[in-house]
Every structure is written in structure tokens, then in C-alpha cells.
């Protein structure tokens, strides 16, 4: 029977004290939830489509794909001292089957089903570029903090010599990253238009990946800090996704996704001191990649070695930096770091002990085994790097980088390491070297100069670094403005996969035709020693390379040549807000991009000609980007860009045939064909709110490559994509 009404009140008024203290007894804080979830859901379209189309396409005429992502993070906080965190990346391919090959290359004759390609992020390993399938603990006392998490994806980083990333090309509002913070339009339009990201920031910054456990001790006494990381190798040197397993067809994109093969083991540590002269903070770091001696067994490793007559080679790395960083007055800031590397190689010999040793047949290796090697080391290699940053002249900031890398220095996740793969021990030079990506062999400046004004700002950035040892003239560049959707285009593309060849039939059949490289006429071999010229994916990138030779015989000889080379630089950038010009409170912010570089065997202050004396390559960059404020909450943007590559010291392989006593022989001839590329673009797109937390962006870039020696190369092709996020 129930209560009467007078009575039910005085039972409720009586256990008030009760309701309230098991409700505090929930509550950690003002602001905290025992338990919180977090994410956002995204779904993406691209669509490719080349209306004039080069041999290296032949695969990828058409394509479409359709993903969704699922983002959760749930964070449970049971008491004020511990919190338990994970992250889920849940992917989804929504693309499906199609019933033949037509899919991606509609000229083809119907064959087999297949399945889609996993685009972007799905793919077989790792499902996003954001932190994936984490899970961890925080827990706090005192004047202790740390949290420990484990897991696929794990960004992280500690000096710029031991663990770094560093690009300072922009990233403008046009490119919409998948990993953009939650934002409205109209922010991100302010923040992109009127001061491009060129470091730090979710959109672009300076941790690199890896997958395993990670300690990050953030809090002990005597204002110190710690980190610790245990992970695997798996995207630098022999005996990982690109050597041991060299991907065999399987999609992978990230740095590091917790492969656990067991064939190496990747150990960082950091211990720091802060507030030492009040600003300033003072770590010490440790990078060590030792590898498993018995991946001697692996097929995968020992084949591409022994397959070109060589014997295999297993490098182990360890670096130990001290480094500096904070504000030495409130105005200037500094950063450096000294480094120490040294690499253990261990070269493998064949047993007369192991059966199937033939002492006449080197490329048979069965005879190899993982108890007869010889082990050396080089001697330490010290680099330097320095940051300082002034803005003691009001509204006028300037930074100031310097740079010394020996040859033999070494340094896998660094900033030193440009593109995810060895290419020191190649001794190749890039385009932008120094500038715009740092590189064993290398000393030099950058300057920058960065002031903003009213509706406006504007950067010069200027820098000279040259290699201090000769090295063969194996020259080096990517593709900047268009590089990226060239190399999604392509069925071999994921994010990261550096030392795959670009050619969308992987080279067999018709490829691209590139200039010649070095080695022309090894067959196989490890691939991060292969030079043999043309396309290569990267990292968001597609790289080109060739040798620059002096005449036709030297290409046929083989014989490279070799100098110490030098890197020129010099960029400007800057925008202007001209929604006043129209009586508008509206942004109409106007922003350009302008960038010359080159190569060159002695120092060049402006590199604006592949003619000037001793020039092996110059590039031009340009790019116009009008952004304008619609609403509040519908933003539209353009692009209009070109970029040039020039050199006057490329050569074409030719293929003819002979006949000598009634044999047909293939013989091969090299003819001059000066590099001289136009890449074009032009694009529009939008970014709109459509709900509170939920936004639309949508871009549309049309893109031409001429080739003026070798138009087989020429092509044109539409890019679409399409992607919808909503935040909870």
C-alpha cells in the first residue's frame, strides 16, 4: 500500500543528506565523470579518374572508394588518482566487391572477381593514422604522475636528433587532413588562412609512430620527467614490412602498427630535468634498433641479397642525445640537441659446415646460417643540431636552424631521417635537402623571417646546406604539389611504404619511363640500395630519382659521377585578407606560395636556371590559394598551382636489336633527355557546418604532368573526394 503523499515527502526530505553524499561519492571534481566517451564518425569518398593516360597508370585509368571510420576513446576514472583510457579505430570498407577488373581499369577485358582496395585507412594492419586500439592507465600521487599505454599506433617523441619528425613545407586550407583536430569552418579557415601550420599542432606534427608500450613518466620530484618505449621495427632498414616481409602485396600504412614479428626490438628512453634557469629543460635520450641475428633464416631477407651475388648485411643502430630547450629571456627561444650514433653491422658468411655449400656459387644460400657472421663497428658519429627563435624586433619573429650531419651518422626516427627509409647509406641528395628535409651528410643555415600585420602576414624563408663528403650524383625530389593524389591514385598506395616502386602495374609491362638511375643492370638486390631511377612512393609523397650524368657514355659505363653537392633554397609565402576591398566584413583571405630550389656542385645563392654553371636540377613551385567566408559556417576554397622540375644531365635507356651469327641480342643505348616536367593545378571545394559538431568537406582538383622529352610520361587526371565527420 503506498505511502501517503505527506509522508513519501518527509521520507525524501529525511534520506536528502544520503542522496547527496552517494551522488559526491560519484564525482571526482567540478568538471570530472567517472566515465566519458569521446570520437567522431567519418565517412570518405575519392574518386580518381585519368582523362589523358600514361603506361604507369595502366592499372588505375578509374577508382573509386567509399570508407567510414569509426573513433572512440573511453576514459574511466574511478577515484581522483587513476584513470583507465583506451582508443578505438574502427574501419570500414564500404566500397564491397566489383564483379571484375573494370573497376579499376574499364578499358580491360572482365576477368575474376576481386576485392576492393583498402583505402587509405583500412587495410589489413592498421586501421588509422590516429592512435588505434590503445589502451592505458594514468595514475597520479603526489608529485607523481605517469601513464603507461600499449597498443597499435603510438605517437610520441623526444629530441630532435633521437625521435623527431620535421617538414617545413605548409599545409594549407585546401589540404583537409583525415586527422584535423574537432573544429568549426570558421576557426580553421582563420588558423590555416592566416598562418599555415608548418610544425607542431595535431595537423602537423613532430611525433613519429610506433607500435608496442609506451611509459610516459610526466610528473617526479625535482621537476623531472621520464619516457620509455619497447616497440618493433617496422618500416626502417633489412628484416621489416619493407625488407623481411617487403609487404608481399599486403597494404600497411603507418610508421610503426605493432607488427610483432619478433625479428627486432625498437628501445627509446628519455629522463629531463625541468626549470633549470627557470625556462629551460635538459634531457637526456637514448634510440636503440638491434635485430634478431637469425632473420638470416628469413627468405624474404636473405634472397634479395644473395640474388644480386652479395652477402647480407644486418645493421644494428644506437644513438644517445642531450638536448636543451626553452626560453633563455622571454623573448628568444632556444632548441639544440648533440647526438652520438654508432652502428653495429654484422655481415653474414657462408658455412662449409652447412650442407649445400658451394664455394664457387655465391648466389646459392642455403650456406648461410645465423652462427657465421662478422661483427664491427663504426666509429661514433657526432651531429648537432640548433633552433633559435627571436622576437625581440616587435611583430617581426625570425628563426634561425643550423645543421651538422656526418656521412655515417645515423639516426632512424629523427628528424634526420627524411623519408622512413636508409637513403643515407645511398649517399643521395634531395631536392629541398636541408630546407625543407634534413639528411645525414649535411651541414648548413636556415633562416626564416615571419611577421604578421594587419589582415595579413607574409614569410621569407631562405637556407644553403652542402653535403660534406663527395657521393655519387644520385639526385632525388618529389612531387609537392600534386604528389600526394598521384600517389593515391596508384593500387600500390598506402600512407607509408616508402621503397615501392610508384608504377601502378608495379613495373611489369608497360611502367613509366624513367631516367636512368644507377645500377641499371642489377636484377633485384636489397631494396634500400636500389638506384635504379624512376617513381617511388613515400610518405603522403611521391619521389622521382636519376643520376646526373655528364654524357651518354657514362650512363651506358655505369660510371656515376660524384661531388660534394650543395642545396639551395629560397621561399615566400603570404596572405592578405581582402574582404574590405568589397565593403564585406568577410574574410576573402588571398594567399600565394612561391619557392625556387636546386643542385648543384658549387654554391648557388639562387638556384632560377638548370643552365647556371655546375647545376644538376632546379624546381619552381607556385601556388595560389583564395579562401573566402561565405556564412559563418560555409567556407569555399581554391587552388591554382605549378610546379617545374629542370636538369639538363638526364638520360633515356633506348632498347634495339641485333643480330651476331644469327643470334638476336638485346643491346642497350642512353640519349640525352633533359628533365623538363610541368605539373599543373587547378581546384575548388567547400567546408561547411552542417550541425553543430558535425562538417562537410568536399574538394574537386583537376592535375596535368607534361613531359616535354618523353611525353609517353604526360598525363591529366580528376581528383574528387568527399568527407563527412561528426564529433560526439
Same mark, same amino acid.
Given at each position: 500500500?503506498?505511502?501517503?503523499?505527506?509522508?513519501?515527502?518527509?521520507?525524501?526530505?529525511?534520506?536528502?543528506?544520503?542522496?547527496?553524499?552517494?551522488?559526491?561519492?560519484?564525482?571526482?571534481?567540478?568538471?570530472?565523470?567517472?566515465?566519458?566517451?569521446?570520437?567522431?564518425?567519418?565517412?570518405?569518398?575519392?574518386?580518381?579518374?585519368?582523362?589523358?593516360?600514361?603506361?604507369?597508370?595502366?592499372?588505375?585509368?578509374?577508382?573509386?572508394?567509399?570508407?567510414?571510420?569509426?573513433?572512440?576513446?573511453?576514459?574511466?576514472?574511478?577515484?581522483?588518482?587513476?584513470?583507465?583510457?583506451?582508443?578505438?579505430?574502427?574501419?570500414?570498407?564500404?566500397?564491397?566487391?566489383?564483379?571484375?577488373?573494370?573497376?579499376?581499369?574499364?578499358?580491360?577485358?572482365?576477368?575474376?572477381?576481386?576485392?576492393?582496395?583498402?583505402?587509405?585507412?583500412?587495410?589489413?594492419?592498421?586501421?588509422? %593514422?590516429? #592512435?588505434? &586500439?590503445? *589502451? +592505458?592507465?594514468?595514475?597520479?600521487?603526489? !608529485? /607523481?604522475?605517469?601513464?603507461?599505454?600499449?597498443?597499435?599506433?603510438?605517437?610520441?617523441?623526444?629530441?630532435?636528433?633521437?625521435?623527431?619528425?620535421?617538414?617545413?613545407?605548409?599545409?594549407?586550407?585546401?589540404?583537409?587532413?583525415?586527422?584535423?583536430?574537432?573544429?568549426?569552418?570558421?576557426?580553421?579557415?582563420?588558423?590555416?588562412?592566416?598562418?599555415?601550420?608548418?610544425?607542431?599542432?595535431?595537423?602537423?606534427?613532430?611525433?613519429?609512430?610506433?607500435?608496442?608500450?609506451?611509459?610516459?613518466?610526466?610528473?617526479?620530484?625535482?621537476?623531472?620527467?621520464?619516457?620509455?618505449?619497447?616497440?618493433?621495427?617496422?618500416?626502417?632498414?633489412?628484416?621489416?614490412?619493407?625488407?623481411?616481409?617487403?609487404?608481399?602485396?599486403?597494404?600497411?600504412?603507418?610508421?610503426?602498427?605493432?607488427?610483432?614479428?619478433?625479428?627486432?626490438?625498437?628501445?627509446?628512453?628519455?629522463?629531463?630535468?625541468?626549470? %633549470?634557469? #627557470?625556462? &629551460?629543460? *635538459? +634531457?637526456?635520450?637514448?634510440?636503440?634498433? !638491434? /635485430?634478431?641475428?637469425?632473420?638470416?633464416?628469413?627468405?624474404?631477407?636473405?634472397?634479395?641479397?644473395?640474388?644480386?651475388?652479395?652477402?647480407?648485411?644486418?645493421?644494428?643502430?644506437?644513438?644517445?642525445?642531450?638536448?636543451?630547450?626553452?626560453?633563455?629571456?622571454?623573448?628568444?627561444?632556444?632548441?639544440?640537441?648533440?647526438?652520438?650514433?654508432?652502428?653495429?653491422?654484422?655481415?653474414?658468411?657462408?658455412?662449409?659446415?652447412?650442407?649445400?655449400?658451394?664455394?664457387?656459387?655465391?648466389?646459392?644460400?642455403?650456406?648461410?646460417?645465423?652462427?657465421?657472421?662478422?661483427?664491427?663497428?663504426?666509429?661514433?658519429?657526432?651531429?648537432?643540431?640548433?633552433?633559435?627563435?627571436?622576437?625581440?624586433?616587435?611583430?617581426?619573429?625570425?628563426?634561425?636552424?643550423?645543421?651538422?650531419?656526418?656521412?655515417?651518422?645515423?639516426?632512424?626516427?629523427?628528424?634526420?631521417?627524411?623519408?622512413?627509409?636508409?637513403?643515407?647509406?645511398?649517399?643521395?641528395?634531395?631536392?629541398?635537402?636541408?630546407?625543407?628535409?634534413?639528411?645525414?651528410?649535411?651541414?648548413?643555415?636556415?633562416?626564416?623571417?615571419?611577421?604578421?600585420?594587419?589582415?595579413?602576414?607574409?614569410?621569407?624563408?631562405?637556407?644553403?646546406?652542402?653535403?660534406?663528403?663527395?657521393?655519387?650524383?644520385?639526385?632525388?625530389?618529389?612531387?609537392?604539389?600534386?604528389?600526394?593524389?598521384?600517389?593515391?591514385?596508384?593500387?600500390?598506395?598506402?600512407?607509408?611504404?616508402?621503397?615501392?616502386?610508384?608504377?601502378?602495374?608495379?613495373?611489369?609491362?608497360?611502367?613509366?619511363?624513367?631516367?636512368?638511375?644507377?645500377?641499371?643492370?642489377?636484377?633485384?638486390?636489397?631494396?634500400?640500395?636500389?638506384?635504379?631511377?624512376?617513381?617511388?612512393?613515400?610518405?603522403?609523397?611521391?619521389?622521382?630519382?636519376?643520376?646526373?650524368?655528364?654524357?651518354?657514355?657514362?650512363?651506358?659505363?655505369?660510371?656515376?659521377?660524384?661531388?660534394?653537392?650543395?642545396?639551395?633554397?629560397?621561399?615566400?609565402?603570404?596572405?592578405?585578407?581582402?574582404?574590405?576591398?568589397?565593403?564585406?566584413?568577410?574574410?576573402?583571405?588571398?594567399?600565394?606560395?612561391?619557392?625556387?630550389?636546386?643542385?648543384?656542385?658549387?654554391?648557388?645563392?639562387?638556384?632560377?636556371?638548370?643552365?647556371?654553371?655546375?647545376?644538376?636540377?632546379?624546381?619552381?613551385?607556385?601556388?595560389?590559394?583564395?579562401?573566402?567566408?561565405?556564412?559563418?559556417?560555409?567556407?569555399?576554397?581554391?587552388?591554382?598551382?605549378?610546379?617545374?622540375?629542370?636538369?639538363?644531365?638526364?638520360?633515356?635507356?633506348?632498347?634495339?636489336?641485333?643480330?651476331?651469327?644469327?643470334?638476336?641480342?638485346?643491346?642497350?643505348?642512353?640519349?640525352?633527355?633533359?628533365?623538363?616536367?610541368?605539373?599543373?593545378?587547378?581546384?575548388?571545394?567547400?567546408?561547411?557546418?552542417?550541425?553543430?559538431?558535425?562538417?562537410?568537406?568536399?574538394?574537386?582538383?583537376?592535375?596535368?604532368?607534361?613531359?616535354?622529352?618523353?611525353?609517353?610520361?604526360?598525363?591529366?587526371?580528376?581528383?574528387?573526394?568527399?568527407?563527412?565527420?561528426?564529433?560526439?
Amino acid at each position: 500500500m503506498a505511502l501517503p503523499p505527506q509522508l513519501q515527502l518527509d521520507s525524501i526530505n529525511a534520506s536528502l543528506d544520503t542522496l547527496s553524499g552517494n551522488m559526491e561519492s560519484t564525482l571526482l571534481g567540478k568538471d570530472d565523470l567517472p566515465l566519458a566517451v569521446s570520437g567522431y564518425m567519418a565517412f570518405r569518398l575519392k574518386n580518381f579518374h585519368y582523362s589523358e593516360r600514361s603506361p604507369w597508370v595502366q592499372n588505375d585509368y578509374a577508382r573509386t572508394s567509399v570508407d567510414a571510420l569509426l573513433n572512440v576513446n573511453i576514459v574511466a576514472m574511478p577515484n581522483s588518482y587513476i584513470t583507465l583510457f583506451t582508443n578505438l579505430m574502427l574501419p570500414y570498407d564500404l566500397t564491397g566487391l566489383y564483379t571484375n577488373s573494370l573497376g579499376k581499369q574499364p578499358t580491360g577485358v572482365p576477368t575474376e572477381d576481386e576485392r576492393v582496395l583498402f583505402d587509405h585507412s583500412t587495410d589489413f594492419y592498421s586501421s588509422t %593514422i590516429n #592512435e588505434e &586500439l590503445n *589502451v +592505458g592507465v594514468d595514475i597520479r600521487a603526489g !608529485v /607523481f604522475g605517469a601513464y603507461v599505454t600499449a597498443g597499435g599506433v603510438i605517437w610520441a617523441n623526444t629530441s630532435p636528433l633521437s625521435m623527431w619528425e620535421r617538414e617545413t613545407n605548409p599545409r594549407f586550407v585546401w589540404q583537409y587532413e583525415l586527422f584535423e583536430d574537432e573544429k568549426t569552418v570558421s576557426t580553421y579557415y582563420k588558423e590555416k588562412s592566416f598562418k599555415p601550420v608548418k610544425e607542431g599542432g595535431r595537423a602537423f606534427w613532430t611525433n613519429r609512430s610506433f607500435g608496442g608500450v609506451y611509459a610516459n613518466v610526466y610528473q617526479l620530484p625535482f621537476d623531472m620527467h621520464a619516457q620509455f618505449l619497447v616497440s618493433q621495427p617496422a618500416d626502417m632498414d633489412p628484416g621489416t614490412r619493407d625488407g623481411l616481409r617487403m609487404y608481399g602485396g599486403q597494404p600497411g600504412e603507418l610508421e610503426m602498427s605493432g607488427s610483432y614479428d619478433y625479428r627486432g626490438s625498437v628501445y627509446a628512453a628519455r629522463l629531463a630535468k625541468d626549470k %633549470i634557469a #627557470e625556462n &629551460l629543460t *635538459v +634531457g637526456l635520450n637514448y634510440m636503440g634498433v !638491434v /635485430f634478431d641475428d637469425a632473420i638470416i633464416y628469413e627468405p624474404e631477407f636473405r634472397n634479395q641479397w644473395v640474388s644480386n651475388g652479395s652477402v647480407p648485411l644486418l645493421l644494428n643502430t644506437h644513438v644517445g642525445t642531450v638536448d636543451v630547450r626553452g626560453n633563455i629571456t622571454p623573448k628568444f627561444y632556444l632548441m639544440a640537441d648533440v647526438a652520438v650514433s654508432v652502428t653495429d653491422s654484422s655481415v653474414f658468411y657462408r658455412s662449409e659446415d652447412v650442407a649445400g655449400y658451394d664455394e664457387k656459387d655465391a648466389s646459392k644460400s642455403s650456406g648461410y646460417s645465423s652462427d657465421t657472421y662478422e661483427s664491427s663497428r663504426n666509429d661514433p658519429q657526432v651531429g648537432v643540431y640548433v633552433k633559435a627563435q627571436s622576437k625581440y624586433i616587435e611583430g617581426w619573429p625570425m628563426t634561425l636552424e643550423a645543421i651538422y650531419l656526418p656521412a655515417e651518422f645515423y639516426s632512424p626516427y629523427s628528424l634526420s631521417n627524411p623519408s622512413r627509409f636508409p637513403s643515407w647509406r645511398k649517399g643521395e641528395a634531395y631536392l629541398n635537402g636541408g630546407s625543407l628535409r634534413y639528411g645525414p651528410n649535411m651541414a648548413g643555415l636556415n633562416f626564416k623571417l615571419e611577421p604578421t600585420f594587419n589582415r595579413g602576414y607574409f614569410d621569407v624563408q631562405y637556407g644553403q646546406h652542402r653535403q660534406l663528403e663527395k657521393t655519387k650524383d644520385v639526385i632525388v625530389f618529389n612531387y609537392r604539389l600534386n604528389g600526394r593524389n598521384m600517389w593515391e591514385s596508384t593500387n600500390s598506395w598506402t600512407k607509408h611504404k616508402p621503397l615501392f616502386i610508384a608504377d601502378s602495374g608495379n613495373a611489369s609491362g608497360p611502367h613509366y619511363v624513367a631516367r636512368a638511375g644507377a645500377n641499371k643492370t642489377t636484377k633485384g638486390g636489397v631494396k634500400q640500395y636500389r638506384q635504379t631511377g624512376g617513381l617511388f612512393g613515400g610518405t603522403w609523397e611521391l619521389w622521382e630519382s636519376f643520376v646526373a650524368f655528364d654524357n651518354a657514355k657514362q650512363a651506358l659505363d655505369d660510371e656515376v659521377p660524384t661531388h660534394a653537392k650543395w642545396s639551395s633554397y629560397f621561399s615566400f609565402m603570404g596572405g592578405y585578407d581582402i574582404g574590405h576591398w568589397f565593403g564585406t566584413d568577410r574574410n576573402i583571405m588571398m594567399t600565394g606560395y612561391f619557392a625556387l630550389s636546386g643542385i648543384s656542385t658549387t654554391i648557388a645563392p639562387i638556384a632560377y636556371s638548370e643552365k647556371q654553371k655546375d647545376m644538376l636540377m632546379t624546381s619552381f613551385y607556385g601556388q595560389l590559394e583564395p579562401a573566402v567566408a561565405v556564412t559563418p559556417s560555409f567556407h569555399m576554397v581554391g587552388i591554382l598551382g605549378m610546379e617545374t622540375f629542370r636538369s639538363e644531365k638526364a638520360y633515356l635507356q633506348e632498347e634495339y636489336s641485333s643480330s651476331v651469327s644469327d643470334m638476336p641480342l638485346n643491346l642497350y643505348a642512353y640519349k640525352k633527355a633533359p628533365i623538363n616536367y610541368l605539373e599543373t593545378a587547378i581546384g575548388l571545394g567547400f567546408d561547411w557546418d552542417l550541425a553543430a559538431r558535425v562538417g562537410l568537406h568536399v574538394r574537386y582538383k583537376y592535375m596535368t604532368h607534361s613531359d616535354e622529352t618523353a611525353p609517353i610520361n604526360d598525363f591529366h587526371f580528376h581528383y574528387i573526394s568527399a568527407e563527412t565527420k561528426a564529433w560526439f
